[in-house]
């Protein structure tokens, strides 16, 4: 069975300081204690891969290559695809959640609900109908490339792996994803069913209070 194994980027600066980050942003990785991405890469292991894919943001970029890096399977190279990228929040990149709560909490409970709106369309957030669709579009065409029974890897965001989850499988009822977690779907019956959400069993430390900073 084709297995596709998606994983959010390691934790940056702006997920530290709970700042807005999608598409036009790009706050480095916090690189100075590798042990997580070591866990994630062991766990990995289990599984051969194909291929490697990652959103062309940097922080995801990073995190496909120091994965891959710990991976046995040394062939793999992490090649970015457009439609990964994670979603614009326009004029709210960098902003953190706090200001906006206190300054535009109707609009901001808008964006967490992943609701399109006027007010979020004026100040350049992308809409989500687009977003979610640009993400499982590019998974398809992946999976198109694989055989009956190869697994790939991609990296990508938190706000766009959830939306695009969603899209893929019609499950709508998931919630936000941990920097490192694994999902994992699998083409079906024309569709694609949802194996594993938001794992993060292999890493000794997760920060429960943690996740994806534009969502309430």
Same mark, same amino acid.
């Given at each position: 069975?084709?297995?596709?194994?998606?994983?959010?980027?390691?934790?940056?600066?702006?997920?530290?300081?709970?700042?807005? =980050?999608?598409?036009? /942003?790009? #706050?480095?990785? !916090?690189?100075?204690?590798?042990?997580?991405? @070591?866990?994630?890469?062991? %766990? &990995?292991?289990?599984? =051969?891969?194909?291929? /490697?894919? #990652?959103?062309? !943001?940097?922080?995801?970029?990073?995190?496909? @290559?120091?994965?891959?890096? %710990? &991976?046995?399977?040394?062939?793999?190279?992490?090649?970015?695809?457009?439609? !990964?990228?994670?979603?614009?929040?326009?004029?709210?990149?960098?902003?953190?959640?706090?200001?906006?709560?206190?300054?535009?909490?109707?609009?901001?409970?808008?964006?967490?609900?992943?609701?399109?709106?006027?007010?979020?369309?004026?100040?350049?957030?992308?809409?989500?109908?687009?977003?979610?669709?640009?993400?499982?579009?590019?998974?398809?065409?992946?999976?198109?490339?694989?055989?009956?029974?190869?697994?790939?890897?991609?990296?990508?965001?938190?706000?766009?792996?959830?939306?695009?989850?969603?899209?893929?499988?019609?499950?709508?009822?998931?919630?936000?994803?941990?920097?490192?977690?694994?999902?994992?779907?699998?083409?079906?019956?024309?569709?694609?069913?949802?194996?594993?959400?938001?794992?993060?069993?292999?890493?000794?430390?997760?920060?429960?209070?943690?996740?994806?900073?534009?969502?309430?």
């Amino acid at each position: 069975m084709k297995r596709i194994f998606i994983i959010r980027h390691g934790k940056t600066a702006w997920n530290l300081a709970k700042r807005l =980050q999608g598409a036009g /942003a790009d #706050s480095p990785l !916090l690189t100075d204690d590798l042990i997580q991405y @070591r866990q994630l890469a062991q %766990y &990995l292991d289990q599984y =051969q891969f194909k291929a /490697a894919y #990652s959103s062309p !943001l940097e922080r995801s970029m990073h995190t496909g @290559r120091i994965v891959t890096g %710990y &991976l046995q399977q040394s062939h793999l190279t992490v090649q970015p695809v457009a439609g !990964l990228t994670e979603i614009s929040f326009g004029q709210w990149e960098g902003r953190t959640r706090d200001e906006l709560v206190a300054q535009h909490l109707d609009l901001f409970r808008k964006m967490s609900r992943r609701e399109n709106d006027p007010g979020l369309s004026a100040i350049g957030v992308e809409d989500f109908n687009v977003a979610r669709r640009r993400f499982a579009d590019a998974v398809r065409l992946i999976a198109a490339t694989m055989g009956p029974d190869d697994n790939v890897l991609i990296f990508s965001h938190g706000g766009i792996n959830q939306l695009g989850i969603k899209e893929l499988t019609g499950n709508e009822h998931l919630l936000g994803l941990k920097n490192l977690s694994t999902s994992i779907v699998a083409p079906h019956d024309g569709g694609f069913a949802l194996d594993v959400y938001n794992q993060t069993a292999y890493l000794d430390q997760v920060d429960l209070n943690e996740g994806n900073v534009s969502i309430l």
